[in-house]
């Protein structure tokens, strides 16, 4: 099986992250958005083809569940699928050529290099705090959108503790400060986890209706169908609070509330039987079903925006 095809570890994915940027000088640049608790960089991707100004964006992240490992995984297959690809297959091409992409492959790498050593099930990130031996916060409690209300917990040992405060994480922060930066150009959000195979939009932190919920109703339908249609699986999608839970704090929601119209959190592969625990035989078939609808909603993006 090739790269694309395995795990790999945290230090792997830095030199990855590293001999993309370094194999690819003209459309690719490493930036370092920020570093997690225990100090480790975090690292985005930004693949953009040439340099017209007043172009658009899509922000793609990663791994910001630790045990998530298909998510990680995505977005390395997503990388080289579009830098393979341009100028072949055309949907690719039509991307490129009217957005710029950035991705962060691992937004957790604390939590991400703790499934690899210590616990193959941890969520949240490795922080600490003084009131408790508990560790880590739910980094996708940790937003400031209806941050820690119902869904949330203020327990430092619950696996969904929302932080001290919102943006109290250094993760959770470096993305909320590159979005705020670039929240002009980025149009578009994509947050990638496992599992339950869904396509979720805003909200997830109340059961109220997005303002532009039907436009993002018909995206979703689109790219569901699309999966459908090529790999003969189910996608369920919708708003988050009523296709799975209440869950406040999100950053798809915090993005969504920022300006960024466009947020989607994708639950890839599978529906339980291996849950967090995906075989890798199974990496191709889950990165192909998430490349149908990340492509199909970055082309229903370009064409509304
Ligand atoms: O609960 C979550 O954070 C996500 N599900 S997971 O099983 N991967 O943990 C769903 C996130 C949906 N969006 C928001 N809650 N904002
Ligand atoms: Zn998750």
Request: net charge neutral.
């Amino acid at each position: 099986s090739t790269f694309y095809e395995k795990y790999h570890s945290l230090e792997d994915i830095y030199s990855w992250v590293n001999r993309t940027a370094h194999d690819n000088p003209s459309t690719v640049k490493a930036i370092l958005v920020g570093s997690s608790f225990e100090k480790r960089p975090l690292y985005a991707l930004k693949l953009s083809l040439n340099n017209r100004p007043n172009k658009k964006a899509m922000w793609i992240d990663c791994g910001i569940h630790a045990r998530e490992w298909i998510s990680p995984a995505f977005c390395l297959s997503f990388v080289h699928h579009l830098l393979s690809f341009y100028k072949q297959i055309q949907d690719i091409t039509d991307i490129l050529d009217n957005m710029d992409v950035y991705v962060l492959p691992v937004l957790n790498p604390d939590g991400y290099e703790y499934t690899w050593t210590k616990d193959r099930l941890w969520r949240k990130n490795r922080s600490r705090n003084r009131s408790t031996n508990c560790i880590g916060v739910d980094l996708n409690r940790n937003f400031d959108a209806n941050w820690c209300t119902e869904g949330a917990s203020h327990n430092p040992c619950s696996e969904i503790y929302c932080g001290a405060f919102p943006e109290s994480e250094p993760e959770s922060q470096a993305v909320a400060d590159f979005l705020r930066h670039h929240k002009d150009s980025i149009h578009l959000y994509i947050s990638i986890h496992s599992y339950s195979q869904m396509l979720l939009f805003p909200y997830s932190c109340t059961t109220d209706e997005a303002e532009n919920h039907s436009d993002l109703l018909e995206i979703a339908k689109e790219a569901s169908d699309n999966i459908r249609r090529h790999y003969r699986n189910n996608y369920l999608y919708g708003s988050g609070a009523k296709t799975i839970y209440l869950a406040p704090g999100g950053s798809d929601d915090w993005a969504y509330n920022l300006g960024i119209k466009y947020s989607f959190t994708l639950e890839l592969q599978d529906r339980g039987r291996y849950g967090f625990l995906l075989p890798p035989s199974k990496i191709d078939r889950a990165c192909k079903e998430a490349l149908t609808a990340v492509k199909t909603v970055a082309l229903k993006v370009i064409e509304k925006t």
